[in-house]
């Protein structure tokens, strides 16, 4: 009779035929903190699943799409770059805040086997913000990038109500469909195009949400000496931690946040999402031990 192999032993729980996968889809993904982190996450909430990285060009988009969507044990994924705004057209159902987004990096494979988004880097990172003790209702922001990550923030600072909402974008499509968007439904919030080469003054919070300063040589999506030194300089990028970006406004005396605040806020979100219950634990605590 044939001996059972032994279960793979993650460091948290032995997985089996009950074990829930999760995971990230992207191109590219060696740089995910999300790998590291949830194995940590679901052994503190006490819950039978691994997280997987899920790397697939954008031409395999729709194909990984399809057969995730068949996997019956399959929890739910997030989406990183360049997918965010892909994925939305793909998926069957999305959020108002995903439609208003134009992206998705959060999705959930329903019991029928549709696959439904939201966009929760918008809203963590908003909540990183405040939570460092930067309020941003009536706050002045410029936020350069409206892709998948940018168009979220955008979305989130307006449902915020910041005071004004300046965006730079060199994709004009882009631009033009952000700001519609913005303009649908937020309409009561100033938001205007401006562009890199003129940085803007009185400015509270200037936000990278390119992917300029994740490949080692990028070049810096704005120059944080062109603004008023008070202003701060935010991140969205995870990895590495000190983007070129923050290191020159650290290096000259500039206030700066950094991109895994948004992050730790949206792991809250995710568990929510995917129905886990997390309750009586402090996650964003716990996200902040983990290295």
């Not at 998926?91 to 329903?110: D, I, P, Y």
């Not at 988004?117 to 990183?128: K, N, R, W, Y």
């Not at 406004?249 to 730790?264: E, I, N, P, S, Y």
Request: charge should be neutral; glycine fraction near 10%; hydrophobic fraction near 45%.
């Amino acid at each position: 009779m044939d001996q059972p192999e032994p279960p793979l032993f993650t460091g948290h729980f032995a997985v089996n035929g009950a074990t829930r996968l999760y995971g990230t889809i992207g191109d590219p993904i060696r740089q995910l903190r999300m790998t590291g982190v949830m194995p940590q996450i679901f052994a503190a909430v006490g819950v039978n699943a691994v997280w997987l990285p899920f790397e697939g060009s954008a031409p395999l988009l729709p194909v990984m799409l399809e057969a995730l969507a068949k996997m019956r044990n399959l929890g739910g994924f997030t989406v990183t770059i360049p997918h965010k705004s892909a994925i939305l057209p793909l998926l069957g159902r999305a959020t108002r805040r995903a439609q208003a987004a134009g992206s998705a990096n959060l999705v959930k494979r329903e019991a029928d086997g549709t696959l439904s988004g939201d966009m929760a880097d918008g809203a963590g990172f908003v909540a990183g913000l405040e939570a460092q003790g930067h309020r941003v209702r009536g706050a002045s922001v410029w936020l350069v990038g409206l892709g998948g990550a940018g168009g979220a923030i955008a979305a989130a600072l307006c449902e915020a109500k910041v005071g004004r909402l300046l965006v730079t974008e060199l994709n004009a499509a882009r631009a033009d469909a952000g700001l519609d968007r913005l303009s649908r439904f937020y309409p009561d919030v100033p938001v205007a195009s401006i562009s890199a080469e003129h940085p803007p003054h009185g400015i509270h919070y200037a936000i990278n949400a390119t992917p300029l300063g994740l490949r080692p040589g990028d070049p810096l999506s704005f120059d944080p000496m062109m603004l008023d030194s008070d202003a701060v300089i935010a991140e969205v990028i995870m990895s590495p931690v000190e983007t070129p970006l923050l290191q020159r406004a650290r290096t000259h005396g500039r206030r700066v946040h950094h991109g895994r605040h948004m992050l730790d806020h949206q792991i809250p979100i995710y568990l929510d999402w995917f129905g886990i219950d997390s309750k009586g634990i402090d996650i964003v605590r716990l996200m902040r031990s983990i290295p």
